[in-house]
C-alpha cells in the first residue's frame, strides 16, 4: 500500500514537473516571439498620404546628331585618286580652306579640251580683228563680218561653260589635278578618304562638315509612349559624359512614321549647343515632365509593391496593425506615384520593409 502511494506520488510529481517546464517554455517562446515582434516593428517607417496636383514624368533614349540645316557632306562629281588630303576627323576648318586633291582623268580630259578651245578662241579673235579692218577698207561684207563674230562669240562661250565646269569640281591645279575646299566653316565630322583611295561621281560622301554650334536630339518614342509625348514638350538631357549635368530644350517636331529599325517615332530638340558639349553620335536620356491642374493621391514610388500583376501598399491601420490594400496608379514621377483609387489623404502606408510585412501577412 504505501509503495503504492510513493508510485503515484511521484508519478504527479513528474506530471506537475513536465506541465511547469511546458508552460515555463510557452512562456519563453511568448516572450521571444514578443521581442521578436517589438524589434521588427521598430524597423517599419511609414508615411502619409498626401494630395497635389498631378505630375507625370517619362524617360526616353536617344541620341545627338549635327544640325542636318548646317550639314554640308561632299560627294565627288567625278571619279578620280585622291593624291593628298590636309585635315583629319575632328578638325576645325573654315570655308574655302583646302581639304585635298583629287587627280581626275574626266578632269584632264576637259582641261585638254579647255586649252583647244581657247587656242580656237584665239584664231577666232585674231580673224575678228582681221574682218573688222577689211570691213572698214570695204574689202568684206557685212555678213562675212557677222560669221566672223559669231564664231568668236561661240568660242567665248564654249570657253565660259568649260570654266565653270571644272569650277564645280573645285580649285583647278592643272595636268587633272583640282583642289578641294570647305563648303562652310564647321567640323569634321566624317572622313572616308585617305591618300590613295578612290573617290567615284555620286558614291558615298568623302566627307562631312557641319556647325555643331546647334544640334539635335532624336529621341526615340514607342507606340506605348504616343498619348504622352506631343510637340512643344519641355524636355531635360543628361549624359553620362557630364554627370549632375542637365540641358533644358523642346520637342520641336514628332514624326508621323515609325523607323522600321528602330520600331519607334522620332522626336527632334533642337539645341543651342555654344560650349560644343553635346557632340555627334553621343548617347543621352530624355526625361519629359508635365504638370496637371486636378489634384490626386499622391505616394512615394518606393512604398509599391509589385505582384500578380497589380500594385499594392501596406496600410497602418493602427499601432502595430497593418492590412495590404490594391492601389490604382495613373502617372508617376521619378520619386512620387498618383493613384486613381486604393488610398485617401491621411493614411499612413509603410516605406520600409515593407516587402517583410507583405510576406507575413500574405503567409497567414
Given at each position: 500500500m504505501i509503495k503504492k502511494q510513493i508510485t503515484i506520488l511521484f508519478s504527479v510529481f513528474c506530471f506537475c514537473l513536465v506541465?511547469?517546464?511546458?508552460?515555463?517554455?510557452?512562456?519563453?517562446?511568448?516572450?521571444?516571439?514578443?521581442?521578436?515582434h517589438f524589434q521588427f516593428l521598430k524597423n517599419i517607417k511609414t508615411v502619409e498620404v498626401v494630395t497635389s496636383d498631378q505630375e507625370t514624368e517619362m524617360t526616353l533614349t536617344g541620341k545627338v546628331i549635327s544640325d542636318l540645316d548646317q550639314t554640308v557632306a561632299y560627294i565627288p562629281l567625278v571619279s578620280g585618286v585622291i593624291e593628298r588630303t590636309y585635315f583629319s576627323l575632328g578638325d576645325k576648318v573654315s570655308k574655302g580652306q583646302k581639304l585635298m586633291d583629287i587627280w581626275s582623268t574626266e578632269l584632264s580630259a576637259l582641261e585638254a579640251e579647255m586649252i583647244s578651245v581657247e587656242t580656237a578662241?584665239?584664231?577666232?579673235?585674231?580673224?575678228?580683228?582681221?574682218?573688222?579692218?577689211?570691213?572698214?577698207?570695204?574689202?568684206?561684207?557685212?555678213?562675212?563680218?557677222?560669221e566672223a563674230k559669231g564664231q568668236a562669240k561661240?568660242?567665248?562661250?564654249?570657253?565660259?561653260?568649260?570654266?565653270?565646269?571644272?569650277?564645280?569640281?573645285?580649285?583647278?591645279?592643272?595636268?587633272?589635278?583640282?583642289?578641294?575646299?570647305?563648303?562652310?566653316?564647321?567640323?569634321?565630322i566624317t572622313k572616308d578618304v585617305s591618300q590613295g583611295s578612290t573617290v567615284s561621281a555620286e558614291g558615298d560622301p568623302a566627307f562631312t562638315v557641319a556647325d555643331l554650334s546647334s544640334v539635335?536630339?532624336?529621341?526615340?518614342?514607342?507606340?506605348?509612349?504616343?498619348?504622352?509625348?506631343?510637340?512643344?514638350?519641355?524636355?531635360?538631357?543628361?549624359?553620362?559624359?557630364?554627370?549632375?549635368?542637365?540641358?533644358?530644350?523642346?520637342?520641336?517636331?514628332?514624326?508621323?512614321?515609325?523607323?522600321?529599325?528602330?520600331?519607334a517615332l522620332k522626336a527632334r530638340i533642337v539645341m543651342v549647343n555654344p560650349d560644343l558639349k553635346l557632340k555627334p553620335k553621343m548617347s543621352v536620356v530624355i526625361t519629359l515632365k508635365e504638370t496637371y491642374t486636378h489634384q490626386k493621391v499622391a505616394i512615394p514610388s518606393e512604398v509599391l509593391i509589385f505582384d500578380n500583376d497589380t500594385y499594392h501598399v501596406i496600410v497602418e491601420e493602427g499601432e502595430g496593425h497593418f492590412s495590404i490594400r490594391e492601389v490604382v496608379p495613373v502617372?508617376?514621377?521619378?520619386?512620387?506615384?498618383?493613384?486613381?483609387?486604393?488610398?485617401?489623404?491621411?493614411?499612413?502606408?509603410?516605406?520600409?520593409?515593407?516587402?517583410?510585412?507583405?510576406?507575413?501577412?500574405?503567409?497567414?
Open positions: 506541465t511547469g517546464c511546458a508552460n515555463h517554455t510557452d512562456r519563453a517562446a511568448d516572450r521571444e516571439d514578443h521581442q521578436i578662241l584665239t584664231i577666232a579673235r585674231r580673224e575678228l580683228r582681221t574682218a573688222r579692218s577689211m570691213h572698214a577698207d570695204g574689202m568684206l561684207s557685212e555678213r562675212e563680218l557677222l561661240q568660242a567665248e562661250a564654249m570657253l565660259g561653260k568649260l570654266k565653270a565646269d571644272i569650277s564645280v569640281f573645285g580649285s583647278s591645279k592643272g595636268n587633272g589635278t583640282f583642289a578641294v575646299t570647305s563648303p562652310v566653316n564647321g567640323y569634321i539635335w536630339i532624336i529621341a526615340n518614342v514607342y507606340a506605348s509612349n504616343l498619348s504622352f509625348v506631343r510637340e512643344g514638350m519641355e524636355a531635360v538631357i543628361t549624359t553620362l559624359s557630364y554627370p549632375g549635368e542637365e540641358f533644358s530644350g523642346k520637342i520641336s517636331t514628332l514624326s508621323q512614321v515609325f523607323d522600321p529599325e528602330d520600331k502617372g508617376h514621377t521619378r520619386d512620387m506615384t498618383f493613384l486613381a483609387a486604393g488610398l485617401k489623404e491621411g493614411e499612413k502606408v509603410v516605406a520600409k520593409n515593407q516587402l517583410l510585412v507583405y510576406s507575413e501577412l500574405k503567409g497567414k
